[in-house]
């Protein structure tokens, strides 16, 4: 037990952080009130005090942590910062279960965007702009954050920071010093918020509706203050802004940084994913365009563009917006924009799946070993931006499918047996571990995931937090080998 009190140390100094998370919601609670700032303050005591008993307690225990440390307090700050989360729902929404409460916090802090609740244009504005703030806060990683702003916890940021960043190649850095990298990524996540921000502004959203609709793009989590989602605005205008915006979040922020920094787009050139990634969405835009059309589900192809655009977009980025609902769709159309969210996204961004590094090295592995029957004796190397990718990180890729393969099938099979209906559970599962939002049929676009019991919802909120960790990083702490000595 003594040697988890550490880490218990630094948990502690990062829920007394997050504390403060809810003073802006508090804040807009009381210039508008919307009768929701008691609830805010019960949460900002309740965490702080928790954090600071917990800091204080356990402060002759700290130390520089250890690489196995930095895996449990991943795992330990996006279970317990869900958990606090849920005080200012459970206050102010009456007869929501925390079950229900702690599945929508979830949602947020790992950009899913799948919701429980109904109603959204009724709730307290402050309720809907915390949601969409977890989006925003779990978008960059919330470890980031703690290793940008920490400092003065004496600890050292680098095992957090490599557990909790997405992309199988984490040992690249942007400056030379973990907290300058950290610090980077946040003020370049910060700067393309606020264009995303003033864009949603300039196209016709109201002030709040497009802090938090950026908050929600950047963050790549479809929560909205509406229940109809971007269908509410109805607005052309509207949705370009987002497809734009959620295309650059859905892009490696290492990138984003370094361009910015450089004033050049020449990061964007050699970035090995982003031109794959733009490229493959296009070609499924044009695809699922020209299918509608085809299908008769649109009269026109121009219309056909604009519902297919958003939606494949929106889903192959694992942001989960709609603007309409798309499981009326045939169902080839949904089915692709499914296997799109699984592997489009860039290593680095915001996104959910696996990514599209692991998808071109697992490609690249293939044609390799096809070529290897061909010239058995061979010496065939893979390169990706030029550079060569060691065997290492291929069978860490390979591992890492077939975990993620067998982890989809077990919660299918599970969500199966309780109950639900074979699409609407493996759509559920997909949508969950690879942190899209909505699925199929009964957790469709147009309805909501309250229609799952108690245990499948927590099957789904396990899923969440699986695919935002990415497997390992969750999966290591239930080894026995992890807490041998």
Known sequence: MRKVLPVIHVLGMVIMLFSLTMLAPLLLSWWLQDGAASAY?????????????????TSRY????????????????WTSLAAFSTIPLLVQIPGLSFTDAYFETMSGLTTTGSTVLSGLDSLPPSINFWRTELVWLGGMGL??????????????????????TP????DSQLTPRITETAKGLWLAYAAITLACFLSFRLAGMTWLDAVMHAFATMGLGGFSSHDASFAYFNSPLIEAVSIVFMLIAGINFATH????????????????????????????????????????????FLTALRFASFNTVSIATTTGFSNTDYNQWPIFAPLWLLFLCSFASSSGSTGGGIKMIRAQLLYKQVYREMKKLLHPDGVMLTKLGGQVVPNKIIYAVLAFLFIYVVSIVSMTLV???????????????VASINNTGPGLNQVGPATTYAVLTDFQTWVCIFAMLLGRLELFTLLIVFTPAFWRK
């Open 41 to 57: 303050d019960e949460a900002v005591g309740i965490s702080f005090v928790t954090g600071f008993m917990g800091w204080f307690g």
């Open 62 to 77: 700290k130390r520089e942590l250890k690489v196995r440390d930095g895996f449990l307090l991943v795992v330990l700050i």
């Open 143 to 164: 470890i980031v954050l703690a290793v940008a702003v920490l400092p003065l916890l004496g600890i050292g940021g680098r095992q957090m920071y490599k557990a909790e």
């Open 167 to 170: 992309g199988p190649m984490k």
């Open 257 to 300: 940084f370094m361009a910015l920094r450089g004033k050049s787009f020449a990061p964007y050139r050699r970035d090995p994913e982003a031109g794959l990634f733009l490229g493959v969405l296009l070609v499924s835009v044009l695809g699922v365009a020209l299918y509608l059309w085809r299908m008769g589900v649109y009269p026109d």
């Open 415 to 429: 969500l199966t047996a309780s109950g639900l209906d074979v699409v609407s559970a493996f759509s559920a599962v």
